[in-house]
C-alpha cells in the first residue's frame, strides 16, 4: 500500500500548524486585548473560512495564486510556483484551521486578567516580554487546544485543497483525496485501512488534549 | 521624594479632576468607593492616560499634556501593589518576587529576591504557588514583588480590602510597620477612614472626582475643611446653629435654644456675622456628664451647660454610645435625639446609666470644633 497520502498529510498539516501560530498568536492577542476601528469586520473574516463552503473558499484562492491572479503574479515574478503543489496543500490547510485556532487563543488571552499584565508592566518588561511571561503561559490551555484542534483541522481538509492543489497521486495528493480517490476506484481494504490510520490519529490527539486540559498549572 | 500631581480625565459620566502633592511620606486617599481615587493611582502609574495635567515625581516629568510627555508605566519604575495583589499564578513565590529584576544579572537578582524574602519573612515559602497561601502571605509577596526593584514610590490600592475583619486589622499594622521599615514614599488608597488613619501621614479626601481637603491626618481629623469632610470622615454630631457674635478667638452662637461658647482659630480669622448659619461638630467622647454627687457645678470648669435625657443606648463593648435628648420644645437635631455622647464602659456601670437616664452635661467650649465653611458655601475653598 502507498503510504505517501499519510507522510504528505503530515508534512502539510505540521507546516500549516507552524503556519497557524506564527500568525494566529499575534491576531488572537489583538482581537482579545484592542478595540480599534474595523475589528467587527476583521473577526467576522476570521470565521468566515468555518461556514464558507469549501469549494468557495478554494475557488478564491485559486483565482488569487493561479499565474494571473494578485498573489499569483507577484510569486510568479520570484520563480515561485504555488498553484497544483505540496505548498497549495499547505495554504489549503491553514485557511481552513486557522479560525479555530485564532478563536480558541482569542478567548484564553480574553480570559487573562488584565491587571495581572499591568502589574508586570509596572515591574518594568515590555509589551513582548509581558507576553511571553504572563499572558502566553496563563492562555497556555487555550493556546494548546487551539493548536491540536486546527491540526485536526488541517489532516482532515479536503474540499480546499482540492481546488487549489488538486489530487496528484505522489506529489499533491493528501490522505483524505486518497481515500476519496481508493473508494472511487473500488480499493475499499486499502481506504479501509487509511481511514482507520487517520481516524486513530486524531483519537490520540484529543485523547492526549483532555489530558492537558486536566493538567494544572 | 516629591510628588506634585494635577489629572483631569472625563469618562463616560465621571469626571476627575484632582490637584494634590506629597513628600517623602505616606499619602492615602481617602474617599468613598467611585470618588475616583484607583483612577488617580492608574494615572500616576501611567496605565491610563489622563486627558490633561501634569504629574512630576522626584523631579521627573511622568505626565505633561502641555509637552507632550508621557513616559510608558514601564520606565516610571513605580511598585504598585493591586488590589487583590495580582499576584501571577503560574509563579512561585520566590519567582513572582523575582519578576521586576531582570535587567540585574543572574546572581544580583538572586541576592536581591533573598534579600526582600528575608526582610518579609517569605524564604520558607518561596517554593510554593500564591493559591497555596493565606490572604495575609499574599500581601506580603505583592508587597515584596513591587518592592524588589526599589522604586521611588510604592502605590497601594485598598491593599486590605480582600480580607475578614480580624485579620483586616493586624494586617493593616504589618503593612504600617513594613511601610516604616523600608521608608519607600507611599500613595494608599482605602475607603475606610480608620485604615486611612492608621496608615497615612497625609490624607487626601476624594469626593465624586475632586479632592475637598488635602491635610496632615491630625488636622484633618480635628479640623475638617467642610461639613462634607466632616461627614466622609465618619465625624459624629455635625450640627447647624446660628451666629450671636465672632470674634478673633471665641464665637458665641445659638442651637436648640442653649447659648453655647467654642474656640475659634485666630489662624483661620473665620469670623461670620451674627445671625449667618454655623456648621460646627462635638466629639461625641468629650461630652462630660455632671456627677449628681459632687455638688453644683463649676462655671470655671464646666461650660456650656445643657440638661437632657437619655432616650437611646449602644453597647460597643468597651464603650456605651448614648443618645440624648435636651429638655428643650422643639424637633431633635438628629433625628429622635440632640446629641451622640460616648462613655467607657466602667463610667457607665459607676454612674448607674442603665437606670438613671437624666442628667446634665457640659462640654468644654475647645471640644466645639467650628467647621469654617458655611453650609451654604461651596466647600474646598480653604488654602492648604
Excluded at chain 2, 461627614?231 to 454630631?237: E, P, S, T, Y
Amino acid at each position: 500500500m502507498d503510504l505517501f497520502p499519510l507522510w504528505l498529510s503530515l508534512k502539510v498539516s505540521v507546516t500549516a500548524t507552524v503556519l497557524t501560530l506564527a500568525t494566529g498568536l499575534p491576531l488572537a492577542r489583538l482581537l482579545a486585548r484592542r478595540r480599534f476601528p474595523g475589528r467587527d469586520l476583521a473577526e467576522t473574516v476570521v470565521v468566515l473560512p468555518l461556514v464558507l463552503p469549501p469549494t468557495v473558499l478554494g475557488y478564491y484562492l485559486l483565482v488569487l495564486i493561479s499565474r494571473q491572479g494578485a498573489v499569483g503574479q507577484v510569486l510568479d515574478a520570484a520563480g515561485i510556483e504555488l498553484a497544483f503543489t505540496w505548498r497549495a496543500a499547505v495554504l489549503a490547510a491553514w485557511v481552513g484551521s486557522s479560525a479555530l485556532f485564532i478563536k480558541a487563543a482569542q478567548a484564553g488571552f480574553e480570559s487573562v486578567d488584565g491587571r495581572l499584565e499591568q502589574a508586570a508592566r509596572t515591574l518594568g518588561r515590555s509589551e513582548w516580554s509581558v507576553f511571553w511571561s504572563i499572558t502566553l503561559p496563563l492562555a497556555s490551555r487555550a493556546v494548546m487546544a487551539g493548536t491540536v484542534l486546527a491540526f485536526c483541522r488541517a489532516l482532515g481538509d479536503f474540499g480546499i485543497t482540492l481546488m487549489v492543489a488538486g489530487s496528484i497521486p505522489g506529489v499533491t495528493q493528501t490522505t483524505p483525496l486518497a481515500i476519496y480517490d481508493l473508494v472511487q476506484s473500488n480499493r475499499m481494504t486499502e481506504a479501509n485501512t487509511l481511514s482507520l490510520i487517520a481516524v486513530a490519529t486524531v483519537t490520540l490527539l484529543l485523547m492526549g488534549l483532555g489530558r492537558l486540559a486536566r493538567l494544572r498549572f | 521624594m516629591a510628588l506634585s500631581l494635577e489629572v483631569k480625565k472625563k469618562l463616560p459620566g465621571f469626571t476627575l479632576d484632582v490637584t494634590w502633592e506629597a513628600g517623602d511620606e505616606v499619602v492615602t486617599l481617602f474617599g468613598p468607593s467611585g470618588a475616583g481615587k484607583t483612577l488617580t493611582l492608574q494615572c500616576l502609574a501611567g496605565l491610563i492616560r489622563p486627558d490633561a495635567g501634569r504629574i512630576v515625581v522626584n523631579g521627573t516629568v511622568f505626565f505633561d499634556d502641555a509637552r507632550g510627555v508621557d513616559m510608558p508605566t514601564q520606565r516610571r519604575r513605580l511598585g504598585y501593589v493591586f488590589q487583590g495583589y495580582a499576584l501571577f499564578p503560574h509563579l512561585s513565590v520566590r519567582d513572582n518576587v523575582a519578576y521586576g529584576l531582570r535587567d540585574l544579572p543572574a546572581a544580583a537578582r538572586r541576592q536581591r529576591t533573598q534579600e526582600v524574602l528575608e526582610r518579609l519573612g517569605l524564604v520558607d515559602l518561596g517554593a510554593r504557588q500564591p493559591r497555596d497561601l493565606s490572604g495575609g502571605q499574599q500581601q506580603r509577596v505583592a508587597l515584596g514583588r513591587a518592592l524588589a526593584p526599589d522604586p521611588a514610590l510604592l502605590l497601594l490600592d485598598e491593599p486590605l480590602s480582600a480580607l475578614d475583619l480580624p485579620l483586616r486589622q493586624s494586617l493593616r499594622d504589618d503593612l504600617r510597620r513594613i511601610l516604616a521599615e523600608w521608608g519607600t514614599a507611599a500613595v494608599l488608597v482605602t475607603h475606610d477612614f480608620t485604615e486611612a488613619y492608621r496608615l497615612g501621614d497625609r490624607i487626601v479626601v476624594y469626593e465624586n472626582g475632586r479632592v475637598i481637603q488635602a491635610a496632615p491626618r491630625a488636622e484633618l481629623l480635628w479640623q475638617p475643611a467642610s461639613e462634607r469632610v466632616a461627614g466622609i470622615v465618619g465625624i459624629r454630631n455635625v450640627l447647624r446653629g446660628t451666629v450671636l457674635k465672632a470674634s478673633p478667638d471665641r464665637i458665641q452662637f445659638r442651637w436648640r435654644d442653649q447659648l453655647l461658647e467654642a474656640v475659634n482659630s485666630p489662624t483661620r480669622s473665620y469670623l461670620p456675622p451674627p445671625e449667618s448659619p454655623l456648621a460646627f461638630f462635638i466629639r461625641p467622647e468629650y461630652v462630660r456628664l455632671i456627677r449628681k454627687d459632687r455638688g453644683t457645678p463649676d462655671p470655671d470648669h464646666h461650660m456650656n451647660l445643657m440638661r437632657g435625657r437619655v432616650v437611646d443606648e449602644a453597647d460597643f463593648g468597651t464603650t456605651w454610645t448614648l443618645y440624648i435628648k435636651l429638655d428643650v420644645a422643639g424637633a431633635p437635631a438628629q433625628g429622635h435625639y440632640d446629641l451622640e455622647i460616648e462613655v467607657p464602659r466602667l463610667v457607665y456601670e459607676i454612674l448607674d446609666i442603665a437606670h438613671d437616664r437624666q442628667w446634665q452635661l457640659s462640654i468644654h467650649r475647645g471640644s466645639i470644633h467650628v467647621l469654617p465653611s458655611s453650609p451654604f458655601s461651596p466647600a474646598g475653598e480653604r488654602a492648604g
